[in-house]
């Protein structure tokens, strides 16, 4: 058996086109072409030859927090310190200051880049709203599209229905909310208010879709939904399920049941992976990569230097009172609020749910 982890597919819809016909180059349905929708129809059946998918999910908003700590602070303190910084009014940013000078006048906090995402998101996300028109006209304007059929089914359904959660629509998240461009230093419209409150502040930095989607990531029930159309037992012919989701939470809290189910979805022999999980953890409390094992603190396991090379290596990203990272009250009800109709949809989804507490 072998595989890849591409974590970055999971946002874009065009990428389950892409796997489904690259991995088999060769084969066509009988008596059609790339224009015919029957053919369109015999690809999506053709999916159980194709690989299992693992889509791997944790809470929303400590998902949020996790990248705006990797994917803004610490690519803007690398970008700043080496003189490449610019501000949002346009002016360059004086490199060779420290990490304080920086995080003091440079850098929007994480409460600064939530709410202006949040606004766009609400507006984009509306009942017919931008998100379903953009979707509509980008995937399912013309019947040859691979999602057409889709697209065309649940706004059927959802027009016929007393309720909009039954059929929710398919949504582009990624391409229908965040593409106006500003300019280059302030890159999306969405950070058009922050820039005039903040000039000397920065955004232009290389991982913009990371950075202009901290919240929008934690929306699973969008980008899943459109590798559930294609690669869920319902789609495939024979009914064998092709696609399995894991809460990080539960590799944590319960790791050989999480494995086991794992295990079982991908059709490998029982294994006992006690002798891995209670060794440790990998790739986590700031040791990047798979050379240093971590152990679980309430387990006493952690010795005070390994404690204190964690809070070293974790110091130049954030520490417990970053300011920068501080998250409100107000701010945190905002987001429970915001998440929750997405999770539950999600739950329905996967057929589970996390232990999220929402």
């Not at 591409?6 to 180059?25: A, D, I, T």
């Not at 999602?147 to 359904?157: A, G, L, V």
Request: glycine content about 6%; aromatic content about 10%; some cysteine.
């Amino acid at each position: 058996m072998t595989g890849e982890a591409s974590p970055g597919y999971m946002p874009y819809p065009s990428v389950v086109e892409s796997v489904v016909k690259r991995l088999s180059p060769h084969w066509k349905p009988s008596g059609s072409d790339d224009n015919d929708v029957n053919g369109v129809k015999a690809w999506k059946v053709h999916v159980r030859a194709l690989p299992k998918i693992i889509a791997i999910v944790r809470d929303p908003i400590d998902r949020a927090q996790s990248s705006y700590k990797y994917n803004y602070i610490e690519p803007a303190l690398k970008q700043l310190k080496a003189g490449r910084g610019l501000t949002v009014s346009g002016k360059s940013i004086p490199g060779g200051k420290t990490e304080k000078y920086y995080r003091q006048h440079h850098l929007f906090s994480f409460e600064e880049l939530v709410y202006a995402e949040l606004g766009v998101l609400k507006e984009c996300l509306a009942y017919g709203g931008k998100g379903e028109e953009w979707t509509n006209k980008r995937f399912g304007a013309k019947e040859h599209k691979f999602f057409y059929e889709t697209i065309q089914r649940r706004n059927i359904n959802r027009t016929n229905s007393s309720t909009t959660t039954t059929a929710p629509p398919l949504i582009h998240l990624d391409g229908a909310c965040y593409k106006e461009h500003n300019s280059m230093a302030v890159p999306r419209e969405q950070w058009k208010e922050l820039a005039t409150e903040h000039p000397d502040k920065t955004l232009a930095l290389p991982n913009l879709q990371l950075v202009q989607s901290i919240v929008g990531r934690g929306i699973y029930s969008f980008p899943l939904a459109w590798w559930y159309e294609v690669f869920s037992h319902v789609a495939a012919s024979n009914e064998e399920e092709r696609i399995h989701v894991v809460c990080t939470e539960d590799m944590a809290s319960t790791p050989e049941l999480a494995m086991d189910d794992v295990t079982k979805f991908l059709g490998l022999p029982e294994f006992d992976f006690t002798s891995v999980t209670s060794v440790g953890r990998y790739n986590v409390g700031g040791h990047r990569g798979y050379d240093t094992i971590t152990q679980d603190e309430d387990n006493g396991e952690i010795t005070p230097e390994e404690d204190q090379l964690q809070v070293n290596q974790e110091s130049s990203v954030h520490t417990d009172n970053d300011d920068l990272l501080a998250i409100s009250d107000a701010l945190r009800n905002e987001l429970l609020h915001f998440y929750k109709p997405y999770n539950e949809r999600l739950f329905r989804m996967i057929g589970k749910r996390c232990p999220w507490d929402y």
